[in-house]
């Protein structure tokens, strides 16, 4: 191969996308390899949209836990739903609790403590399973307030 026909080849490779390339000819071989190097990048745009929604639905949900009131637990314990295993729970998703009804019982150190509601409302989320340990200040339930 003459020197022109490689440096025609190598002008031809530059504009495309090939990184290497072989030829063989009358017994003698040629083998081309370049390295693709990024000068620079973008970030695509769906990839922005994401984040910002991911950004929207991360302060969508601080408002609203701002506007539910917040039922923690004043103790270390096994969290319990209900009185009794056979009983039925205190309150459910969606209950109508009033200030001062009981929501839970707290075990802790083989003695029940009730755990009240702070506020009137709705129970809007359970945090906590039935017989599931708890700590201090850890969110048991959030409620929407009327």
Do not use: W
Not at 25 to 30: A, N, P, T, V, Y
Not at 107 to 116: G, P, Q, S, V, Y
Not at 124 to 134: A, H, R, Y
């Amino acid at each position: 191969m003459e020197i022109d026909e490689i440096k025609q080849l190598l002008e031809l490779l530059k504009d495309t996308d090939i990184t290497e390339l072989q030829i063989e000819r009358d017994g003698s071989k040629l083998k081309i390899k370049r390295e693709r190097f990024m000068s620079s990048f973008e970030i695509a745009p769906h990839v922005k949209s994401a984040a910002s929604a991911a950004a929207k639905e991360e302060a969508r949900k601080a408002e609203e836990t701002q506007r539910l009131a917040t039922i923690t637990s004043p103790i270390v314990g096994i969290f319990h739903m209900s009185p009794a295993p056979e009983a039925p729970p205190f309150v459910e998703f969606g209950s109508t609790v009033k200030k001062g009804q009981v929501l839970c019982i707290i075990e802790a150190m083989k003695l029940m403590n009730e755990i009240e509601s702070d506020v009137d409302g709705v129970i809007s989320k359970i945090l906590v399973e039935n017989g599931q340990p708890v700590e201090y200040g850890e969110p048991l339930f959030l409620i929407e307030p009327t």
